[in-house]
């Protein structure tokens, strides 16, 4: 199984969080992405998963 990349082409990289306003990866798991196995890209699609709602939620909390 090869797991596909969750780039959306939306590559800025934030200064403040140090991830990709895009899809939410550090520039070392960007890096990394070809290099690793389905299991790495599992723990970092669940990391990308986790930024994700706690930027929903805090969006939320901003209402």
Known sequence: ???PSPC???CRMDGASGLCSGCQRTLD???RW???DDVERL???AAVAARR???AARAEVAR
């Open 8 to 10: 959306i082409n939306v």
């Open 43 to 45: 723990r970092i699609l």
């Open 29 to 31: 798991e960007i890096a």
């Open 34 to 36: 070809s290099r690793t």
């Open 53 to 55: 709602a706690a930027r």
């Open 1 to 3: 199984m090869t797991i």
